[in-house]
């Protein structure tokens, strides 16, 4: 018997000096369901993460038997996915808006002023004193600035007047921005510091007007010119006159903004954000801040077309960091549906005779898509009536040519390779389809604004029109991939939103019973990708994230809901438990950071 035990010993000892010794990791993750979205949308067990990225995913024996690492976690059946990447938002002007005057929800044009009353007052503006004449502005802190409205979610949908808000702060200038961004509310004081003081027509926007008297409270005198007053109401370009007066914020300010950003990003399960429209002062705080590892989300930039970003950027060329791409630019070809602003084929069906308009001339697109050409830099365009799409693609279908190709491969060989992109090709014509499909041009879409919209989307387009809009799986049938964001703030951040409103096609009630439009839904497969490895595809960045495969960046997120599995309407509940960046984790639900 001893014999016998003795021989067992030496034989184990003999198995445990023959067994190859682990490969040390970082992080070992198993015991999980981890949807790689890989090629053919694998799913493993367990993964190992070793200097920020991926070693190997496979089953759960494999990882536990090759590898060992100090910080080894069962996620107990937990599902994980990478990062999700929003690819189209507004980052910094949804931190900078976090301390600003927040007005989405209100249903009335009463409860706006009720909100901005409650704000001043918050800040010590309300009410004013010496309010004879207009008080020094000498930074943003003096300004009221809010944004979330939407006249579309009240009782009387027509556009509100200035003339309550001249009352209430004779002194304090004041804009109040529409949920879109693309039309605002600005008091006497704002108009007199831009220098409004009639309704004369500019080029891509316009300054609302009514005959006199329509009200008997005209404010400010100096706003009622030939029979005419200015009602406050700014549209598109005609915006820009009055922000452009807003004093910039410091450094500082910038820094918290951005930092506040991340914040609630990294919760939502947001490991890269597409900021569409940034100044360079903007991209130099957030490189400073990735720098000093302060600023942990990833950001793909698309710069504003500024004189100061074209000269300084196409001479300096493409910037790719390890948290920062900037190699795009951002233009807008039309304002929004919602306001009216679309650029239509024809009339709108709520307003006769007008078809909205194009911010620029076609001179100038076909000019920036040269200039774009040259330096290899992405032209994402902001497009929205059928129109604008229609105008878009062919300033982007008829530059190549400009460079002497004549051969139809070769022309779709440039389109392919330069990921040009049409931000958020909300009303496309289905003859339109086989120009995206022909060069290559990536749908960049948020499936919230479909649920955002569907109320009353009918009214501005009409029976015929409206089926052709929110057109999402049109869209990825003609391309090929779909780049899905929420435009946040326009929309929620929340990418769980962004997922139900692809499949669902819902609101939060789940209105309408079965659906808006579902011919038009995505799969949850597809909308999975939208929101991963194809929006990594639209920023040229499907090599290094956007997937859980070997060498691949470790950015991604655990679950406590399966949202591949669950009922739909789950899908709005799911909480992000934790956020991994390059192995980091950078957010957890039980152990806030």
Not at 415 to 426: D, G, L, N, S, V
Not at 451 to 457: F, I, Q, V
């Amino acid at each position: 018997m001893l014999k016998n035990a003795f021989i067992l010993i030496v034989t184990i000892s003999f198995l445990f000096s023959c067994s190859p010794e682990k490969i040390k990791v970082d992080t070992i993750l198993h015991n999980a369901v981890i949807y790689s979205v890989d090629s053919l949308f694998t799913t493993y067990e367990a993964i190992a993460i070793k200097d920020g990225k991926i070693t190997e995913v496979n089953t759960n024996d494999v990882i536990l038997q090759k590898y060992g690492s100090e910080n080894t976690r069962d996620l107990n059946g937990k599902a994980v996915f990478p990062g999700f990447i929003d690819a189209h938002c507004h980052f910094y002007g949804y931190g900078k808006g976090l301390n600003e005057l927040d007005l989405v929800g209100t249903k009335s044009f009463e409860e706006v002023i009720e909100r901005t009353i409650a704000f001043a007052k918050e800040r010590n503006m309300f009410p004013e004193t010496n309010s004879n004449k207009l008080k020094k502005i000498t930074a943003e802190e003096d300004w009221i600035i809010g944004r979330g409205w939407d006249q579309n979610d009240w009782e009387n949908k027509q556009y509100p007047d200035r003339m309550k808000l001249d009352s209430l702060f004779p002194n304090t200038p004041v804009i109040l921005k529409r949920i879109d961004g693309h039309a605002a509310l600005a008091n006497a004081a704002a108009l007199n510091l831009a220098g409004i003081n009639s309704p004369e027509k500019i080029k891509g926007g316009t300054i609302e007007s009514m005959p006199w008297p329509y009200n008997e409270q005209v404010g400010d005198k100096s706003m009622l010119k030939e029979g005419f007053v200015l009602t406050g109401m700014l549209i598109d370009n005609a915006v820009d006159l009055v922000t452009e007066k807003i004093p910039k914020p410091s450094k500082e300010q910038i820094q918290k903004a951005l930092l506040k950003a991340q914040k609630n990003c990294l919760a939502a399960g947001l490991t890269t954000v597409d900021d569409a429209g940034l100044e360079k002062n903007i991209v130099d705080a957030i490189d400073e801040l990735q720098k000093k590892n302060e600023l942990k989300i990833k950001v793909y930039a698309m710069l504003t077309p500024t004189q100061e970003n074209l000269d300084h950027y196409l001479k300096k060329g493409i910037y790719i960091s390890d948290r920062l791409t900037v190699r795009s630019f951002k233009f807008y070809g039309d304002g929004a549906l919602g306001s009216r602003g679309a650029c239509l084929l024809k009339e709108y069906a709520d307003k006769k005779d007008w078809k909205g308009f194009l911010l620029n001339d076609l001179d100038y697109y076909m000019k920036m898509a040269s200039k774009m050409e040259e330096s290899g830099f992405q032209m994402n365009t902001h497009c929205i009536g059928d129109s604008a799409v229609w105008a878009i693609l062919n300033v982007y279908g008829s530059n190549p040519i400009m460079f002497g190709d004549v051969d139809g491969k070769l022309f779709k060989e440039i389109c392919k390779k330069r990921r040009w992109r049409i931000e958020h090709a909300q009303v496309v014509d289905k003859k339109h389809l086989e120009y995206f499909k022909n060069l290559s041009v990536i749908p960049s879409i948020q499936p919230t604004h479909a649920t955002s919209d569907m109320y009353w989307a009918k009214d501005r387009l009409g029976e015929e029109r409206v089926k052709t809009a929110y057109a999402y799986k049109d869209l990825l049938d003609s391309v090929g991939v779909v780049a899905l964001g929420t435009d946040f703030p326009v929309e929620d951040i929340s990418p769980f939103k962004t997922f139900f409103a692809a499949v669902a096609r819902q609101d939060s009630k789940g209105f309408p019973k079965g659906g808006f439009q579902m011919e038009n839904a995505l799969s949850r497969q597809e909308t999975l990708k939208g929101m991963t490895i194809w929006a990594a595809y639209s920023n040229f960045e499907e090599k290094v994230k956007g997937s859980l495969e070997k060498g691949k960046s470790a950015d991604f997120i655990i679950l406590d809901t399966d949202i591949m599995k669950c009922k739909i309407e789950d899908v709005l509940k799911t909480k992000v438990l934790d956020t991994y960046l390059s192995g980091e984790r950078v957010y957890s639900l039980n152990e806030p950071k």
